[in-house]
C-alpha cells in the first residue's frame, strides 16, 4: 500500500517556504555585500486596505549586486494565498544570467513556485551563453516535467511565458512535506550552480557594461510592471501603495545609484 501524502496546513506551508528564501539569502550575504537601501524602509510591514493581508519588502544592493529583492505578502490565518520572492540582479561586470525564486500558494491552496535564471542577452542566437547557463538545467527540467507529484503553470499573459527561460522551473503541487523538499532541493541546487557560474565568471569590457545595464534595468521594469498580479495588488492595496511596491521591484525609488 502506498501512503498517500498528508496536507499541510496553510501556517506551515507559508512557514516553509519563507524558510526557504531565507536560507538562500544567507547563502547570498556568505558570498555578497549586501546593502539595504533606504528608499524601501517604509515597505518592511504593509497591509492591504482591510488590514487582512500583510506584506514585508527588503531591497539591497552591493558592489557586484545591482538589485536584490526579498518579499512577502499574505496572512495564512485568514487567505489561501499568499506569493514570496527573492530576486537577484546582477551588476554589469559580468554575464552570468540573474536569479530569480518566486514562491506561494494559490487560492485552491496548492503550492507554486517559479525558479529561473533571466538571460541577458539573445539565447535564439547566442548559441554559446544557451549551452553554457541553460543546457545544464535541462535535465532537471525534463525530470521535472515526468514527475506526477507536480503540475506545469502556464501564464496567461504573452510577456510572462516570453519572459521565462526555456528551462524555467514553474510548478504547482499539493502542499505537502514532498513538494516542499523538491522546490527546496531544486532551488539550493540552482542557487549553487549559479555561484559557481559568478565565481567563474569573465569580466563584460567596460564599454559593453552601460549598454547592458540598460538592457538589465529595461527588463528589470517590464517585468515588474507587466505583471499580471498588479491588477489585483491594486485591488488590495490601493493604487498608491501597489505603484510604490512596483517601483520598489525595479528600483525605482532607489536612493543609492550603483
Given at each position: 500500500?502506498?501512503?498517500?501524502?498528508?496536507?499541510?496546513?496553510?501556517?506551515?506551508?507559508?512557514?516553509?517556504?519563507?524558510?526557504?528564501?531565507?536560507e538562500l539569502r544567507q547563502k547570498l550575504e556568505a558570498?555578497?555585500?549586501?546593502?539595504?537601501?533606504?528608499?524601501?524602509?517604509?515597505?518592511?510591514?504593509?497591509?492591504?486596505?482591510?488590514?487582512?493581508?500583510?506584506?514585508?519588502?527588503?531591497?539591497?544592493?552591493?558592489?557586484?549586486?545591482?538589485?536584490?529583492?526579498?518579499?512577502?505578502?499574505?496572512?495564512?490565518?485568514?487567505?489561501?494565498?499568499?506569493?514570496?520572492?527573492?530576486?537577484?540582479?546582477?551588476?554589469?561586470?559580468?554575464?552570468?544570467?540573474?536569479?530569480?525564486?518566486?514562491?506561494?500558494?494559490?487560492?485552491?491552496?496548492?503550492?507554486?513556485?517559479?525558479?529561473?535564471?533571466?538571460?541577458?542577452?539573445?539565447?535564439?542566437?547566442?548559441?554559446?551563453?544557451?549551452?553554457?547557463?541553460?543546457?545544464?538545467?535541462?535535465?532537471?527540467?525534463?525530470?521535472?516535467?515526468?514527475?506526477?507529484?507536480?503540475?506545469?503553470?502556464?501564464?496567461?499573459?504573452?510577456?510572462?511565458?516570453?519572459?521565462?527561460?526555456?528551462?524555467?522551473?514553474?510548478?504547482?503541487?499539493?502542499?505537502?512535506?514532498?513538494?516542499?523538499?523538491?522546490?527546496?532541493?531544486?532551488?539550493?541546487?540552482?542557487?549553487?550552480?549559479?555561484?559557481?557560474?559568478v565565481d567563474a565568471a569573465e569580466p563584460v569590457s567596460?564599454?559593453?557594461?552601460?549598454?547592458?545595464?540598460?538592457?538589465?534595468?529595461?527588463?528589470?521594469?517590464?517585468?515588474?510592471?507587466?505583471?499580471?498580479?498588479?491588477?489585483?495588488?491594486?485591488?488590495?492595496?490601493?493604487?498608491?501603495?501597489?505603484?510604490?511596491?512596483?517601483?520598489?521591484?525595479?528600483?525605482?525609488?532607489?536612493?543609492?545609484?550603483?
Amino acid at each position: 500500500m502506498t501512503q498517500q501524502p498528508t496536507n499541510l496546513d496553510k501556517k506551515t506551508v507559508f512557514e516553509q517556504l519563507w524558510n526557504i528564501t531565507k536560507e538562500l539569502r544567507q547563502k547570498l550575504e556568505a558570498r555578497f555585500e549586501l546593502n539595504p537601501d533606504p528608499s524601501v524602509e517604509d515597505l518592511q510591514e504593509y497591509s492591504s486596505l482591510d488590514g487582512n493581508i500583510k506584506g514585508s519588502l527588503s531591497a539591497f544592493w552591493g558592489k557586484e549586486i545591482d538589485w536584490l529583492v526579498h518579499s512577502w505578502l499574505g496572512n495564512p490565518e485568514k487567505s489561501n494565498f499568499s506569493t514570496m520572492r527573492l530576486t537577484t540582479w546582477l551588476a554589469s561586470h559580468i554575464q552570468v544570467p540573474h536569479l530569480a525564486f518566486e514562491f506561494g500558494t494559490l487560492p485552491n491552496g496548492d503550492i507554486l513556485f517559479y525558479i529561473d535564471y533571466i538571460a541577458r542577452t539573445e539565447l535564439l542566437s547566442d548559441l554559446a551563453y544557451l549551452d553554457r547557463y541553460y543546457e545544464p538545467v535541462n535535465q532537471t527540467f525534463l525530470q521535472l516535467l515526468e514527475d506526477a507529484r507536480l503540475k506545469v503553470f502556464t501564464s496567461k499573459s504573452v510577456y510572462v511565458r516570453l519572459f521565462q527561460s526555456p528551462v524555467s522551473l514553474c510548478y504547482t503541487g499539493a502542499p505537502t512535506s514532498d513538494t516542499l523538499e523538491i522546490t527546496r532541493t531544486v532551488a539550493h541546487e540552482t542557487l549553487e550552480r549559479w555561484l559557481t557560474w559568478v565565481d567563474a565568471a569573465e569580466p563584460v569590457s567596460q564599454d559593453a557594461r552601460a549598454t547592458l545595464a540598460t538592457r538589465d534595468l529595461l527588463l528589470r521594469r517590464t517585468a515588474a510592471e507587466r505583471d499580471p498580479g498588479n491588477k489585483f495588488a491594486a485591488q488590495l492595496f490601493g493604487t498608491q501603495l501597489t505603484d510604490q511596491l512596483v517601483r520598489s521591484l525595479w528600483g525605482g525609488d532607489r536612493k543609492i545609484s550603483h
